[in-house]
């Protein structure tokens, strides 16, 4: 059933574009109203199934579980916020506790934030502290956020820093991708360590005023670009040679998205701080900085913030987290066996379809690049945005990434017959804007 684009649909987004500030709106016109499971319903009553997580932040299906709203609404009969950068409380101490049992022995210090954004600013404050050296290294392609300081990391379009500068001092290196890499695929790698080592730190900055590198184990908004599974060792062996830290961004990865708690934990490696959000506030804002306990605390009133640890928020993630520990072998072995069918049918439209280039992504976290054509592979960004739209029309939400991909990120407990219809329509959308 197509999608009926009503008046309450059409005075939202009047009132909307009068008052608001310009975001990252889609073009689509979706007034969410309400969602459950793996749909979304708009104030017309259309239905949508989800394949965006509302950006990979309901990983337990839309709107949480029961046990996660339940333990938000018994915390907010008891008291909402509690102001713990000033006072103790003990939710955002369990959530703490809960979050570092999920993570590789030796982390212990947990700082709670809002945003992403904020839970990486927060990490380029600590791996300063921590060293004493003021330069950054991250990755083309990046997205770390839109505030100043993650803005200075973000990497992935011009759009998001222009005018905004002076940055933070950071050098951007290439990110594997091994669609794209002019050369033998398994070479990207050892490419980008390359860059490191010969032109930023043999050029542009002594290693020894570098604090630390940051990445994305897979990178979000660049696209969902997965490096070659032996990058990041190496980028370890080359951090510790010069006495670098690694700062791993999961925000968008992380939280089971790709089968394991931690994204990094696919490619062998363990990190020095990790950043969370998005999923890990279980629909509240809440992030979180982690950094290994041997790399020292905080002077007292060096950092803090008024809403950091929200009462309401850690009891809803806390919640979140205690069904992920209950359900870890089942979440796994359902996102990979779903994230295996979505990544089967995808790349039988790969074979069929010139303008679908590239079909890539670990668990359910998946991209799909659209090209004028395999030869070429030059960007498709009209190409994509029209079978997004034509899935919006079709009632399937599935959002861009990079320049021209669509990410297929569905709630971890997105059922089989929402898989199956989503992608029928989206294989429909493709068919339709090939001719």
């Known amino acids: 059933m197509a999608v009926k684009i009503g008046p309450r649909i059409r005075n939202a987004l009047r009132r909307d574009r009068r008052i608001i500030f310009t975001t990252t709106r889609e073009e689509f016109p979706l007034v969410a109203d309400h969602g ?42 008891r008291l909402m916020h509690g102001m713990f950068m000033d006072y103790y409380e003990e939710p955002p101490v369990r959530l703490a506790e809960k979050l570092v049992s999920m993570l590789p022995r ?18 380029i404050k600590l791996v300063k502290l921590f060293t004493k050296r003021r330069h950054i290294i991250a990755f083309y392609g990046a997205f ?78 660049g696209g969902y670009i ?4 032996g990058f990041f060792k190496e980028l370890r062996k080359l951090a510790d040679r010069h006495g670098i830290l690694l700062v791993d961004d999961e925000i968008q990865a992380g939280y089971m998205r790709t089968g394991r708690f931690l994204a990094l934990s696919n490619f062998g490696t363990v990190a020095d701080i990790y950043t969370f959000a998005k999923s890990f506030g279980a629909g ?15 002077p007292p009133g060096a950092h803090a913030g008024t809403f950091g640890g929200n009462l309401v928020a850690s009891a809803a993630a806390a919640a979140s987290l205690d069904y992920i520990k ?39 976290m998946i991209g799909v690049e659209f090209v004028k054509s395999k030869e070429s592979k030059e960007y498709a960004p009209k ?53």
Do not use: W
């Not at 509240?284 to 905080?298: C, E, H, Q």
């Not at 072995?333 to 069929?352: F, S, Y």
């Not at 029309?393 to 990434?401: H, K």
């Open 36 to 77: 459950s499971g793996d749909f979304i319903y708009d104030v017309e009553g259309n239905r949508f199934i989800d394949f965006s997580s509302f950006v990979s932040c309901y990983n337990l299906g839309v709107n949480g579980n029961a046990q996660i709203r339940n333990a938000a609404k018994k915390q907010i009969d």
């Open 106 to 123: 030796g982390f212990g210090r947990v700082f709670f934030s809002n945003s992403g954004t904020e839970a990486n600013e927060d990490a």
């Open 326 to 364: 209950r359900n870890m072998r089942s979440l796994r072995r359902g996102v990979l066996r779903k994230g295996a069918k979505i990544m089967k049918r995808m790349n039988e439209l790969k074979e069929r379809y010139e303008y679908v280039g590239d079909v890539r992504g670990i668990g359910l």
């Open 226 to 229: 997965v490096p070659p599974r």
């Open 144 to 221: 770390h956020g839109r505030s100043l300081g993650s803005l200075a990391l973000t990497a992935s379009n011009t759009a998001h820093r222009a005018h905004f500068g002076p940055f933070v001092n950071v050098s951007h290196a290439p990110f594997p991708d091994p669609y794209r890499f002019d050369g033998d695929p398994e070479e990207c790698s050892q490419a980008s360590i390359d860059f490191i080592e010969r032109k930023i730190l043999a050029r542009e900055v002594p290693p020894d005023e570098v604090a630390a590198i940051f990445f994305e184990p897979i990178q979000g908004e």
């Open 383 to 435: 190409e994509r945005d029209s079978v997004i739209m034509s899935c919006f029309n079709s009632g399937l939400v599935v959002l861009p990434a990079g320049k021209s991909s669509i990410r297929i990120i569905p709630p971890l407990t997105v059922s089989d017959s929402s898989i199956e219809k989503g992608l029928d329509i989206l294989e429909e959308a493709i068919k339709d804007n090939s001719k």
């Open 284 to 298: 509240f804002p809440l992030g979180a900085t982690v950094a290994r306990k041997s790399l020292g605390d905080t």
